[in-house]
Each structure stands twice: as C-alpha cells, then as structure tokens.
C-alpha cells in the first residue's frame, strides 16, 4: 500500500502522530517475518479511519446527529471496554474499531447518498477508494473477527443510539 497524503490543512504535529501510528501498526504485523494476513491491509486504514471520523465531526455541513455519532465511535476507539482490546490483542484489537467505523459510515451514507457520499470522498486521506474499503470490510468482517462480530457491534450501537 502506498503512503497515504493527509490533506493540506493538517498541521504537521497531526502527520506526524498519524505517520507514527501506521508505521507502529506496519511494525508489529512484520515482527514474525511472515506473511501479512489480508486484514493487516485494513487495519493499516485505521488512522485514515480515525482521521476521517475527526474530520467529520468538526464540518460544519455535518448535522448535530451525526457528529454525535461519529463522535461516539471516536470515544470506541479510546475506550478500555473494547469487543476485541488493543491492550492485550496488539493492532489485531483495531478490527471491532474498523468495523463499527464502517458501519456508521456505510448508515451515514445512506441517509442521504449523493451528498453525504461527496463530504465522505472530500474528506478522506487515504489513496483507496473509500466507499470500496467501507463495503469490504464489512463483506470481510465475520470472516476477520469471528462470526457474529458485525451483529453484537450493530447491537451495541442500536442500544447507545436509544
């Protein structure tokens, strides 16, 4: 995967916390000197997640409930009571992060396709398509994490939406 360009606004303090965080994650799947599985590819797009969930937050073309929610999966990311913990499972522990970032990406999406499509393209950092990466990892999610994975993350955020 090529380097990701963060957008012309980002201070350098920003790239640089975001470089060092996938290059932390490149680091820790090349220890064993195996072979990537498929899901290091997409836990290497978390910080360009990450990025895109703050991104959104704070446009102001994004209505006060869907900043609530992106917000929420930001709070996900920080929290120690996690589906799968990056403190004991290393980068691995990042997938329920992805996939719950998915998730609301793909329901913001689709609230109100064109327009919200266009905001989630414009403020994307990563090379990839993002609308692509979004419906593979969710394709992708039981086989990564386990089946059952994507159903008890939507159940835990249809239960904090309420």
Request: charged fraction near 25%; hydrophobic fraction near 40%; proline fraction near 6%.
């Amino acid at each position: 995967m090529s380097q990701p360009q963060l957008p012309e606004g980002s201070d350098q303090k920003q790239k640089d916390y975001y470089l060092q965080l996938r290059d932390k994650v490149n680091q820790w799947f090349e220890k064993d000197g195996g072979d990537k599985p498929e899901y290091a590819n997409y836990i290497l797009l978390v910080p360009d997640f990450f990025y895109l969930l703050v991104k959104l937050t704070l446009d102001d073309r994004i209505p006060a409930i869907d900043k609530a929610k992106f917000a929420g999966v930001i709070a996900y990311f920080f929290s120690p009571i996690d589906v799968l913990p990056e403190a004991l499972i290393g980068p691995l522990g990042y997938l329920d992060d992805l996939i719950l970032t998915c998730y609301v990406l793909n329901l913001y999406i689709n609230q109100e396709e064109e327009a919200n499509k266009a905001v989630v393209m414009e403020l994307w950092p990563g090379d990839q398509d993002v609308l692509i990466t979004i419906q593979s990892v969710l394709q992708k999610a039981d086989q990564w994490a386990g089946s059952g994975l994507l159903n008890k993350l939507k159940d835990a955020y249809n239960r904090l939406r309420k």
